[in-house]
């Protein structure tokens, strides 16, 4: 089955990406960690990228989905994905659903994580001084938040309508929030 997680920075996606993938052997498609590897591996791409994540704004859809693309287009993943942090806009998930196409695929369900601005500035200070990521400090937090805010509210609407999406209250704890995902999953995969 092919899964779309959302929800804002911070709000558990990553946690709760890697917890399906170890339940239900799928491969977790975070945009966010292809877009650092990018930056890790210091490419000209990366550098890009960097520069615009750094000043809070978001990477363009074309950048994105040639990385999205050479992770579809590899049979190990096909049917498998759980896509982490991506679709984030309207375009982005058309883009997403004739990818999926073309390659024989579609998606099963897409599951948001709903948190409120304290919890996500809350959980970004913690994660920051954890894991000292760059892009992790009170002010990007809070732009990062209202740009996923309004992006988001089209895609939720998409997916609404396609009958996909499944609200997941993202206050609650860690395992709480593994219990009602994984209740969901084992519903679709039957």
Request: net charge positive; proline share 2%; aromatic share 6%.
């Amino acid at each position: 089955m092919n899964i779309v997680i959302f929800g804002p920075p911070g709000a558990g996606k990553g946690t709760q990406s890697k917890y399906i993938v170890k339940k239900f052997k799928l491969y977790q498609l975070s945009t966010g960690d292809l877009l650092r590897k990018e930056i890790k591996n210091k490419t000209s791409l990366g550098l890009k990228i960097s520069s615009i994540i750094n000043s809070g704004e978001l990477v363009s859809d074309q950048i994105v989905g040639n990385l999205i693309e050479n992770f579809i287009s590899n049979d190990k993943y096909k049917g498998k994905i759980i896509f982490d942090g991506y679709p984030r806009t309207l375009n982005q998930a058309k883009n997403l659903d004739e990818l999926l196409k073309r390659y024989g695929q579609e998606i099963d369900t897409v599951l948001k994580l709903s948190v409120s601005l304290e919890t996500v500035k809350k959980r970004i200070l913690e994660r920051q001084s954890q894991e000292k990521r760059v892009d992790d400090n009170e002010q990007i937090a809070i732009k990062r938040y209202k740009t996923y805010e309004e992006s988001s509210e089209p895609v939720i609407d998409y997916y609404k309508h396609s009958n996909l999406l499944r609200v997941i209250n993202g206050e609650a704890s860690i395992s709480e929030i593994n219990i009602e995902i994984s209740g969901i999953l084992e519903a679709i995969k039957g």
